[in-house]
């Protein structure tokens, strides 16, 4: 990795094929969010997928990292998370496959976050929110059960974003 304190050097593969680089979003504020469609706090997926709406013509990208880790509450495949996801909540946001995000199998992303932020800042469970700006800096990190329309997180997005 080019610069140890940026995630630019990350990819994920994504929901429907191809590969996400987070080099891409250079510039604009990242929400990187653990997903799952069947936990009690899947409803956060409206309140990213209104995060990206009020936001996204302004730089914030929202991407969606379906995983399994916590109560295996995303057991379906590709596929059945790109049907969930478009009938349920019409996300727009992308999204990566299925991915791990705890432990010595965990995506590389994720190992970095932690090693960047400690163990207290690790996803406990589904929904755990990791913000980075422009420069691909891990700048925050909200626990599931903070709301993505909180007031605590849009004032930490409209902070990354040009005026």
């Not at 929400?31 to 936990?39: D, G, H, I, K, P």
């Not at 990206?52 to 399994?68: D, F, K, M, Q, T």
């Not at 996803?123 to 993505?148: I, M, Q, S």
């Amino acid at each position: 990795m080019a610069n140890p304190d940026s995630a630019f050097g990350f990819t994920f593969s994504a929901l429907e094929g191809g590969t996400i680089t987070l080099a891409d979003y250079a510039g604009r504020p990242v929400l990187v969010v653990n997903t799952a469609s069947a936990c009690g706090f899947t409803p956060q997926y409206q309140g990213l997928q209104n995060l990206w709406e009020a936001y996204s013509g302004r730089g914030l990208i929202v991407l969606g990292v379906p995983c399994n880790d916590f109560g295996h509450q995303e057991p379906g495949d590709e596929a059945s998370i790109k049907s969930f996801c478009d009938s349920r909540f019409a996300v727009g946001f992308p999204l990566t496959a299925k991915q791990k995000v705890i432990g010595n199998e965990a995506h590389p992303f994720y190992r970095w976050a932690r090693e960047k932020k400690g163990w207290l800042a690790a996803p406990k469970w589904n929904f755990h929110k990791y913000l980075l700006d422009g420069e691909g800096h891990l700048v925050d990190w909200f626990a599931t059960p903070t709301n993505p329309e909180s007031p605590k997180v849009r004032a930490a997005i409209e902070k990354l974003l040009p005026l």
